[in-house]
């Protein structure tokens, strides 16, 4: 868990053996990347919030000019996303900013702006998932590992079954 440089370094000083993570960039040559499924970003929203109660499962780009947006801290889809929706028009105004999904599931809960998801991140029962209409903008989630070091039997197993898992159930696609 961390930013793209902490999941680097992690690997680097040999703390992790493996990361799943997001993008990380041109962080570093010795790394072995296996992609393993792309996903695509959503908005969250509370159940209450206007634009959940309408009877649509997308929202346009526009809608969201005036909504308080809740921001991840060092999420790797977060550059792409803000140089994405800028080149639309739009410039989110950010009501807070949050470390991990589960600070960012419980704003929702509260009703306190909108934020944007990927895919997979946790639900909740209480906020309710929208299309972008007007953006298309995913990520690849990878598996990471330093390249020529030795892993453990334990490592070596979880990174055979992520890569010959069946990420589809999930509601994601093939990595291109």
């Known amino acids: 868990r961390g930013s793209p440089a902490a999941v680097v370094d992690a690997l680097k000083s040999g703390d992790v053996e493996l990361a799943v993570a997001g993008p990380l960039g041109q962080a570093w040559d010795r790394l072995d990347v296996w992609p ?3 996903e695509g970003i959503e908005l969250a929203v509370n159940s209450d919030h206007p634009l959940a ?3 649509e499962a997308d ?3 526009n809608q969201l000019a005036a909504e308080p947006v809740l921001s991840r801290i060092d999420w790797e889809t977060s550059e792409e996303l803000s140089h994405s929706l800028f080149a639309k028009g739009l410039t989110p105004r950010t009501a807070h900013e949050v470390e991990t999904d ?3 599931l419980a704003l929702l809960e509260a009703n306190a702006g909108v934020g944007f998801v990927s895919l997979t991140a946790p639900r909740s029962p209480n906020t309710r998932r929208l299309k972008l209409r007007d953006l298309d903008v995913s990520r690849i989630v990878s598996v990471y590992a330093v390249a020529g070091r030795h892993r453990s039997p334990v490592a070596a197993t979880l990174l055979n079954l992520l890569r010959s898992t069946d990420w589809s159930p999930f509601g994601v ?3 291109a």
Do not use: G, H, I, M
């Open 173 to 175: 696609s093939e990595p």
């Open 102 to 104: 589960q600070d960012l």
């Open 36 to 38: 393993l499924f792309r």
């Open 53 to 55: 109660r309408r009877n």
């Open 59 to 61: 929202v346009a780009l």
